[in-house]
Structures are given as C-alpha cells and as structure tokens.
C-alpha cells in the first residue's frame, strides 16, 4: 500500500500534477482516501507506473533521490456512529498527514460538536481524550434523522442521518464442515439467515467477530505484517427484496470457537459510503484514484453512520 502510495507521489513530480494520497488504518478497520487533482487517466497511470516499474528492474545502479514534493494542507477526517442501542455514541475527529508524515494522522482537538434531532433534542458532546467526542444522555430512535454539527478551526461541517425505521433481526446462525477446495481451507463456516421485509429498501453491514475479536484474515502473510479484517461486509435487497436471506462469510472456524455477527440495518447514504471506501481500498487494500462518498459532501472525509442493530453469537460444536 505505502509502495504504491510512493509511485503516486512520484507520479506527482514527474507530471507536475498535483496529487494527494491519505492511508490510514483505524483499530478494526482500514480507510485510504484519495484525493486528486488535475487526473490523468487510469490507462495512463497504469502505463506509466508499468515503465517506472521496468526502469526499476532494468536498472543496474542504485541512486539514492530525494524529492522535493509539496505540503498539503490537512482536511478533516470525521468517524461518527449512532444507533437505536444505548449510547455513548462516538464522534472521532483526526487530519490527514502529508506523504512524509511516517502514516500518523494527528487528533483534532478544541472542536464543538453537537448533535440534534427533528424532534428537538440537542446534545454538546465531551471531548473523552484527545480527537474523540461523546455524547452523554442522547438516544438514538429508529426513525428519526439526526444531525452532526462540528465547528472546529474556524470552518463548520454538518451531516444528516436517519436511523432505519425497521430492523430485520438475525433468524439463525449455523456453521457447516466445507472440505478443502480451490476456494477455500478445511474448516467449518458460517452462514446467517434473517428474513427481508418487503417492499422497502433494505440495506446491511454485517460486522464478524470470532472468539470475541475481529476475525483477522491473512495472518500469516510472509513478509507482510497481519491483515485485519475492514469487516465491511455489506448487502441489500435489490435483487431479493422480500426473500429469506441466506448469508455465508469466509471465515475459517475450528470446533470451540465462537462467531458473534452483528446486523447494522444502515440508509443508503451509508451504505453508499462503504460501497465506494471497498472500491477505494481496492481487494488487495490498494487506494483507487477517487474518494468515498461522504454525507459530509466535499466538505470532510468519512461519514456520519445511523444504524438499527440486532446481533447473535453461537459456539462452534
């Protein structure tokens, strides 16, 4: 991921364009932000890296240089979630960095957050430790839209978010024993069974946990460090609308261990976000040439989430 994030900022002064790449890993999940200007194409790009790349290979020298590349003034990273469960809810605040910055992505602090609703109610959230804020007594209802507001730095930034009306719970879990084949080890698997509700809309985010931690997928990857799950599984009913959904995830499990999911009922303009951040990590976690969809528009990067929960845990038998 940071090979390639070198390419592009490479890319950057061979082409006198201005390009910004932002990675970041979060605990339990993985967010890369893209944010570009002056594009060229993704044929041209992809030429171009595979000349730097054979330039690379074909060279018998190794010389060490050092580019000159330009500051980026920092744009606000927001992480917000609220739900029909009780709160704390959690507004996490932090900066993009620059490409030298060795992946840190500073807190941002002295921000006024609030949270209100349609029907009224408002609530300032604590700022708990340096870039995270929390709500105190707020409650989260299906059905109503909730509004984030944060003034921080001179520039305000506001998003909307509606808590689906409906849950449709989690029915069943069960694993299966799968012999080794071409498309996966030996092992038992899970699969999830909830039924839809028809004639609405319906989209999901299933969340997996085995032996009480996020399920982490390549652990032992040979020079590479361990992958975490993004746990960005997600769904909808387009083309099942009012069908018993039948689920299954590749997560290898052994006799003893126990698979916690949980069903986050989301809106569109969140699964819109984390439709397009999948397509910005790209499967092999390589950032893609363009910026999750935010309800914060072109304002910030990320996303005030609003979700219905239910969730179930079985032990493996």
Known sequence: MLYLAFYLQLLTTLNSS?????????????I???????RTTMKNLKNILLLLTAATFLSSCEDVIELELENVAPRLVIEANISDQ????????????????????????GATVTIFDELGNREFLTEVSPGIYQTATLQGVKGITYTLEINSEGKNYMASSR?????????????????????????????VSLQDVPNVKNYYRYKIFVN???YIFNQDVEGEDEIEDDNLYLDGDRFSDGQYLEVSFPVKLN??????VELH???KESFDYYRTLIDAIGESGVA??????SNFGKQALGNFNAYSFDSKTIRVE
């Open 255 to 260: 006799i003893g261990d126990s698979i916690k």
């Open 265 to 267: 009922h989301i809106n």
């Open 86 to 109: 009780n709160g704390p809810y959690t507004v996490t605040l932090s900066e993009t960095g620059d490409f030298y910055e060795d992946n840190t992505f500073p807190p941002r602090i």
């Open 18 to 30: 201005k390009w910004t790449v932002i990675a970041r890993n979060e605990s339990r999940s993985s």
């Open 32 to 38: 890369i932000n893209t944010e570009i200007q002056n």
């Open 212 to 214: 009480g931690k996020v």
């Open 163 to 191: 808590i689906p009306n409906q849950i449709n719970p989690i029915d069943t879990i069960t694993t299966s024993f799968l012999e080794e084949s071409i498309f996966q080890e030996e092992g038992y698997f899970a699969t």
């Open 288 to 293: 893609a040439p363009s910026n999750p969809i």
